[in-house]
């Protein structure tokens, strides 16, 4: 199975900060590759698939590169709502999906 | 609008079974496979498989290998995850997604797009 790896597993960060959370598989993924955002007590909300296209309605502040093996998300000028848990995802393998451990963004 | 709504918390014992329902709308029912993923507490979200509702097929992730069970009622557009020989590692919540098919290009991205509401297993003696 193909495992994610993401970092860091928490950070803490200002409104208006750049954040930047890294997701790093065992294997070549290619893009295939989303990021989901849950916030305490709801389930996840996907932002970005495919690496780096975001959903419709998804602030352009969130952004996504990577390909291969590394990923990035990147959130630039965090706003309170950002506040929440982010974690990566593969499909790559689509008899075996992976996430990666979670990322928390948590107030400073 | 398009939503999946989880059957309700539910406390078993060591060894029980527990069947945790998924009920769709909004959308055809038919046209979509649902994925099962849980998070225990404090953990990251755990893949356990997935059923497609049209056809029935099903695939299980390999922790879970002959423990569970994923059916479908097409006239009531609703999917089912049975879980069995449950043990306290399994008190987690339970989710349902709706997983879409998204073309670019070369590439064909399958993603977690719709997510159920949720159902908490509690597995305690």
């Known amino acids: 199975d193909i495992q994610m790896t993401q970092s860091p597993s928490s950070l803490s960060a200002s409104v208006g900060d750049r954040v930047t959370i890294t997701c790093r598989a065992s294997?070549?993924?290619?893009?295939?590759l989303h990021w989901y955002q849950q916030k305490p007590g709801k389930a996840p909300n996907v932002l970005i698939y495919g690496a780096s296209t975001l959903l419709s309605g998804v602030p352009s502040r969130f952004s996504g590169s990577g390909s291969g093996t590394d990923f990035t998300l990147t959130i630039n000028g965090l706003q309170l709502e950002d506040f929440a848990t982010y974690y990566c995802q593969q499909s790559y393998n689509i008899h075996a999906l992976s996430f990666g451990g979670g990322t928390k963004v948590e107030i400073k | 609008q398009v939503q999946l709504v989880q059957s309700g918390s539910e406390v078993q014992k060591p060894g029980a079974s527990v069947k945790v329902s998924c009920k769709a709308s909004?959308?055809?029912?038919?046209?979509?496979?649902i994925h099962w993923v849980r998070q225990a507490p404090g953990q990251r979200l755990e893949w356990m498989g997935w059923?497609?509702?049209?056809?029935?097929?099903?695939k299980y992730s390999q922790n879970f290998q002959g423990r569970i069970t994923f059916t479908r009622d097409t006239s009531a557009n609703t999917t089912y995850m049975e879980l069995s020989s449950l043990r306290s590692e399994d008190t987690a919540l339970y989710y349902c997604a709706r997983v879409t098919v998204t073309a670019s290009g070369y590439y064909s991205y399958y993603y977690m797009d719709v997510w159920g509401t949720g159902t908490t297993v509690i597995v305690s003696s």
């Open positions: 294997q070549s993924i290619s893009t295939y």
């Open positions: 059923i497609k509702a049209g056809s029935g097929i099903t």
């Open positions: 909004g959308y055809i029912f038919s046209s979509y496979a």
